[in-house]
């Protein structure tokens, strides 16, 4: 029982982190790029990007060590996530788990934000994530 509610945090803190990389990297490639690099699974797309050139080797290629390492390191992340969840739909409703997931990821990206992106917190988010709260509760009641 507990492995299953481990595999849903990881899940979550992934998921959630992984929009942040991404809104950090394109700080500093444009999106066809981050596409194209850091998402191996769509290979096919990422070379279509390129052959319409719209991507900016020449950004690439000043990116420095950090955001190097985030550009392999958030397709990484989206496997991991992907691997988890699959696991997940073997074992909850997949109704039920998606909207659980999505709202716990709505509020787990809301405090990412907050805490580590200094992203306002306002009246209207505590109230929004209050009410994705109930929404899960009642999802998941028996």
Do not use: C, W
């Not at 507990?2 to 992984?18: A, E, G, M």
């Not at 989206?78 to 039920?96: A, D, N, Q, R």
């Not at 992106?117 to 709260?133: A, D, P, R, V, W």
């Amino acid at each position: 029982m507990l492995f299953k509610y481990i595999l849903i945090f990881i899940s979550l803190i992934i998921s959630s982190v992984r929009r942040f990389i991404n809104k950090d990297l394109l700080k500093h490639i444009d999106n066809y790029s981050l596409y194209a690099y850091a998402q191996p699974i769509y290979v096919i797309g990422g070379l279509i990007f390129i052959m319409l050139g719209k991507v900016q080797f020449d950004k690439i290629e000043k990116l420095d060590y950090k955001n190097l390492g985030l550009l392999i390191v958030s397709p990484i992340l989206g496997i991991i996530s992907f691997l988890i969840f699959t696991e997940l739909i073997k074992i909850y409703e997949i109704s039920v788990l998606t909207s659980t997931l999505s709202g716990l990821r709505n509020i787990f990206v809301l405090i990412i934000g907050v805490l580590f992106f200094g992203e306002e917190l306002t009246k209207g988010k505590i109230l929004g994530i209050s009410l994705i709260g109930s929404g899960i509760y009642f999802m998941n009641g028996k």
